[in-house]
């Protein structure tokens, strides 16, 4: 039986997998240097902009999104209980006994999110494959690693890596080899910013030749590719290195997560909407989840990012929701197991 050629229809794709990079970088052009991204607000932390609230509660929503998928969904939740319940547990724990244990785990969230994020394309690009008949391990290393580099890439080498790596400073009060050396990773990244610029370059020049070469040897052999992935996958590159690599408007950060997390709300939303209508039982039950889906998600965002971040508690509790999604979105999803 031939697939259709979209993960949902034409319409809900376009407007909320393929459409979104491109979207949110006019977006982000178009509040660059006005008061939404320049005037802090009264409440939340002094330097919060009203950009700043939006994009952080949007953030925070998608991030703890994934509980109806792994804790609401039955069928994934018995697959791997432990992981849901103790494991998150044990990690807050953790988070609250040792200082050390939340600035690593701080910094692993930052890298760990640059990986999540090309993941997430990655996953959408090999069901478009999928759905154009492709089988499901052809080139797939050669997409994991093309939209890893497309994401990665020009972090390293462009505008955007010192913002990144600026978290390692947070070891600099603690005294053991590690810490020390992990502290001194912005001072080197600075210096050699020209030599990753360059290694980076090579790199991807070398990999953007052989995916091409490999996607025309595929045609050659007659196994269709998506032309909707070359879109995404396109589309999704550019923005990415015309915003990290260059952040000529200021607006990489908001740019890259407001895609990023609309894109998976959507994702959540269509796999889970009929599991948490079912749940309600009353008339006109998929609106009303639709409502309590994007409230709560909404609500912890907000919550997420207006709170002060002196309650060390809660945010623990936010670390622990970042780390797990990063976590759980590797095996809560499965093309091969047409999970989607």
Not at 147 to 165: E, F, K, M, R, S
Not at 196 to 212: E, F, N, P, R, S
């Amino acid at each position: 039986m031939k697939r259709k050629p979209w993960i949902v229809s034409a319409g809900y794709d376009v407007a909320f997998f393929l459409a979104p990079p491109v979207l949110a970088l006019i977006v982000g052009i178009a509040i660059s240097g006005t008061d939404l991204t320049r005037v802090a607000l009264s409440i939340g932390p002094g330097d919060l902009t009203a950009s700043g609230l939006f994009i952080g509660v949007v953030i925070h929503a998608h991030l703890v999104a994934v509980v109806f998928r792994s804790h609401a969904n039955p069928t994934v939740f018995r697959r791997h209980p432990s992981r849901f319940l103790l494991v998150p547990a044990a990690l807050w724990a953790a988070l609250m006994w040792s200082e050390w244990i939340a600035v690593v785990a701080t910094i692993v969230a930052t890298f760990w999110d640059v990986y999540h994020s090309g993941a997430q394309t990655f996953g959408f690009a090999r069901i478009y494959d999928r759905n154009a008949g492709a089988p499901p391990h052809e080139d797939r290393a050669l997409d994991f690693w093309m939209n890893q580099l497309l994401y990665a890439g020009p972090i390293l080498a462009g505008a955007t890596l010192i913002d990144h790596v600026e978290v390692f400073g947070e070891l600099e009060g603690f005294e053991d080899p590690l810490s020390l050396l992990l502290a001194s990773v912005p001072a080197y990244a600075e210096g050699h910013r020209g030599a990753l610029a360059w290694c980076v370059i090579a790199i991807g020049t070398a990999m953007v030749i052989a995916y091409v070469i490999a996607s025309v040897r595929r045609l050659r052999r007659g196994v269709p590719i998506s032309k909707v992935k070359i879109w995404l996958v396109a589309s999704t590159g550019l923005c990415s290195i015309y915003t990290w690599g260059l952040n000529s408007w200021g607006e990489a950060f908001f740019v890259m997560n407001l895609f990023h997390a609309v894109q998976y709300l959507a994702l959540v939303w269509w796999s889970e909407r009929d599991r948490i209508a079912g749940l309600l039982r009353v008339p006109g039950a998929r609106s009303i989840a639709l409502v309590v889906f994007l409230g709560s998600t909404l609500a912890y965002g907000a919550m997420a990012e207006l709170f002060q971040p002196d309650l060390h508690a809660w945010w623990a509790v936010t670390m622990v929701v970042s780390l797990m999604h990063f976590w759980y979105d590797g095996f809560v999803w499965s093309v091969r197991r047409d999970d989607v």
